[in-house]
């Protein structure tokens, strides 16, 4: 795909840097520091991903100048009507992955791509269902991949998705954390 925008990547995340150059684009990353991801309480909970890549690009937009197309995102896990995102230490990540065991869960990436004058939000959501996960299994996992920077506390590509995944309904990309076919989609109409 031939694109006339200069595109930016604004995350820290190895995963969704490899993602996007999957894409066969070219595109920088830049990360500002210091970006308010929190959301109001009442907002529903499939809205919270969109709406905080729509914050973050909102933070981008006195640095985009000519051809800049920043794309943001962020991604949260949903289980009932608890809202999972990185956890604070060790045992937050237990319990949260003991909250996901045995359970299908929503992974929610909200996207956000923002030039100067125009804008597209949208949001993918990936149902995944895990097996009942023993506490040794939980433990191995957490103590050995150290998953704090990871939504729900797990990534799907690493031993607790080989291991613990039974199914998922939707984009496996997604649940890695970048829609890449999604995105694939939005830049060629964009």
């Not at 500002?32 to 991903?49: C, K, R, T, W």
Request: aromatic share 10%; hydrophobic share 35%.
């Amino acid at each position: 795909m031939k694109t006339d925008y200069h595109i930016i990547l604004s995350s820290n995340s190895p995963r969704r840097k490899e993602l996007l150059a999957g894409l066969d684009l070219d595109f920088e990353v830049r990360v500002l520091q210091g970006i308010n991801e929190s959301y109001p309480d009442d907002l529903p909970v499939m809205e919270i991903a969109e709406y905080i890549a729509a914050e973050k690009a909102e933070a981008y937009k006195s640095e985009l100048q000519g051809n800049n197309l920043v794309i943001t995102a962020d991604t949260i896990v949903v289980v009932g009507d608890k809202v999972l995102g990185k956890p604070n230490d060790f045992d937050d990540a237990c319990k949260m992955l003991h909250l996901l065991s045995g359970k299908t869960h929503q992974v929610v990436t909200g996207v956000c791509l923002t030039t100067i004058d125009k804008q597209k939000r949208f949001s993918v959501v990936t149902d995944v269902t895990f097996k009942m996960l023993s506490d040794e299994e939980i433990t191995y996992y957490v103590k050995r991949y150290k998953p704090f920077d990871k939504a729900g506390s797990y990534g799907i590509q690493e031993w607790i998705g080989y291991v613990g995944v039974t199914s998922i309904c939707g984009s496996y990309f997604n649940v890695m954390g970048l829609p890449v076919q999604r995105i694939y989609e939005e830049l060629k109409t964009f």
